[in-house]
């Protein structure tokens, strides 16, 4: 199950769609143990990125943002009906808020210091890198091709911890 929150913030209040991202977390919990909040405004990597989710593991529930606030709103619903994701990415160019500033944001809230945070962008950019470790997060730039793609998201779903507290393994 995925969550398109761009589309449903332009519909619904804030307060709305938290309610409504609780529901369908506690919802699909039973099924899906661990949450990854991804934050992109490209819709066709967002697709690319599910479509891998599904072919490497179907344990996994993908919550999306098209942008950094969007992500740090789904965060805090997240976090308070108790469901903290077991990582979040970001691509670093994004509207309204992008990765880099989000990132700052999340480093900065004692509440999500233990959420392992990857970067996954276009950027081949050393100081977006240096930038990224230097807020505990890992880069990684966006693969070419299907196959690379595929082995990329592997990679990043593994630095979730299903059954144990969040420990940034990025770090």
């Not at 690319?48 to 740090?72: H, P």
């Amino acid at each position: 199950m995925c969550l398109v929150a761009d589309s449903l913030y332009a519909v619904f209040p804030a307060a709305v769609l938290n309610s409504w991202v609780e529901i369908q977390v506690m919802m699909s919990n039973a099924i899906k143990q661990n949450i990854i909040l991804w934050a992109d405004d490209d819709a066709d990597d967002l697709f690319l990125v599910k479509e891998a989710v599904e072919n490497i593991a179907d344990s996994f529930q993908i919550v999306e943002a098209s942008n950094g606030r969007q992500a740090l709103d789904l965060l805090h619903s997240l976090e308070s009906s108790s469901h903290l994701p077991c990582l979040v990415v970001l691509d670093i160019n994004m509207p309204v808020m992008n990765g880099k500033e989000t990132l700052a944001v999340l480093r900065k809230d004692d509440r999500y210091k233990s959420v392992p945070v990857a970067v996954f962008t276009t950027s081949t950019s050393e100081k977006d890198r240096l930038y990224c470790e230097r807020l505990g997060a890992q880069m990684f730039s966006k693969p070419h091709t299907y196959r690379s793609f595929e082995k990329m998201i592997g990679k990043l779903i593994s630095f979730c911890k299903p059954g144990k507290e969040n420990i940034s393994a990025l770090q």
